[in-house]
């Protein structure tokens, strides 16, 4: 990847309520208000796991003074369709990982985790809505009362609108797109982020969903409307479209093609800014993926039917990048797991 850190100037810290103030500077990047700051380690107990997550840590056998590596836990957001489900299901299948499904619609991930053959025990459903910060807040805390470890964070959950011409807002008033792609993640991340420095576990990570329409090295990325930030004049603003621009750019036309396009732009950024502040000291691997083409995803759902139709041939059978949802969520669950990919930074 190309991208750089520094091609973010200033950054945003995510306010409760209301505007999002004026773009601050870069000390501030990935800092979050008095009101978000998560307990301090002596202010939190140390969470234990409950069934049917292992105790943390490694267990010694009496009888043979061998240590066992315990049962991982990875939270997955939008793990209820698509790449989301295929990870889950593939982390779950191995035995080694207990996986906790944050998701939306809570019946329909039940009824996709029955579907997809995962078995009981081996997952958890807890509610997450990414477009209402005030959700985030309760999703934290409702998954440090299960007492569960976190070892595994896995920003995944993506709206894509490509032929909306007017924005639609989350429940703070922010743009929906970038609303929950990234400031729903950029939020989350920072409040489970002492989590997962706490975690015993070999491997901490968190892995955030990239995507190369948002990187302008690759043909995807060349399509108009091409991804770009600007000065982020419309980030400053708050992103409502009402006093001002609801795209980052600051762009008097709402294009939900480059929302998307740009709102991974800043989910790539905020995993190298994450690397850059935090990966020395707590040894935590930071890092994002493409996994591949899937071009029968949910996540076109609201593209025109003929692009819908003609997609995955053209994916298949031309470009030749097409990849199924079983086969990315393999590629998504071993950049989670595989002990030889510790490498943080990277895209």
């Not at 973010?8 to 810290?13: A, F, R």
């Not at 505007?19 to 601050?24: C, D, M, Y």
């Not at 700051?37 to 943390?56: F, N």
Request: include cysteine; charge should be positive; glycine fraction near 10%.
């Amino acid at each position: 990847m190309a991208l750089q850190a520094a091609l973010l100037p200033s950054t945003l810290s995510v306010p409760k309520k209301g505007n999002l103030a004026a773009v601050v500077k870069d000390t501030a990047f990935l800092t979050v208000p008095q009101k978000l700051r998560v307990p301090s380690l002596s202010v939190r107990a140390q969470a234990t796991a409950t069934a049917p997550v292992a105790t943390p840590g490694a267990s010694t056998s009496t009888k043979d003074a061998k240590k066992t590596l315990r049962q991982g836990v990875a939270v997955i957001t939008g793990a209820s369709s698509g790449l989301g489900l295929a990870a889950a299901k593939a982390l779950a299948e191995t035995g080694k990982w207990h996986v906790v499904m944050a998701c939306r619609d809570f019946l329909k991930a039940a009824k996709a985790a029955k579907g997809a053959g995962m078995a009981e025990g081996s997952y958890t459903i807890m509610h997450l809505d990414l477009a209402s910060l005030d959700s985030v807040r309760q999703f934290v805390d409702n998954f440090r009362r299960a007492g569960m470890p976190l070892d595994s964070l896995v920003c995944n959950a993506a709206i894509y609108r490509p032929t909306a011409r007017t924005p639609t807002f989350t429940a703070d008033g922010y743009e929906m797109s970038v609303g929950v792609n990234h400031l729903g993640h950029f939020l989350l991340a920072r409040l489970l982020l002492d989590d997962l420095r706490k975690s015993d576990y070999p491997s901490r990570r968190l892995i955030i969903l990239g995507s190369i329409t948002g990187n302008t090295n690759t043909l995807a990325g060349n399509i108009p409307p091409k991804a770009g930030l600007g000065d982020l004049r419309g980030l400053a603003g708050g992103l409502r479209g009402q006093n001002g621009s609801a795209m980052i750019d600051g762009s008097e036309s709402f294009d939900g093609a480059k929302a998307y396009k740009d709102s991974k732009i800043c989910n790539m950024l905020t995993m190298q800014e994450l690397h850059r502040r935090y990966h020395e000291e707590t040894g935590i691997t930071f890092a994002s993926l493409y996994p591949g083409c899937i071009a029968t995803t949910g996540l076109f759902r609201e593209h025109i039917p003929l692009f819908r139709l003609l997609f995955p041939p053209f994916q298949k059978f031309i470009t030749k990048g097409f990849v199924s949802e079983a086969e990315s969520g393999k590629r998504l669950a071993q950049v989670v797991s595989d002990p030889s990919l510790t490498k943080s930074g990277v895209y």
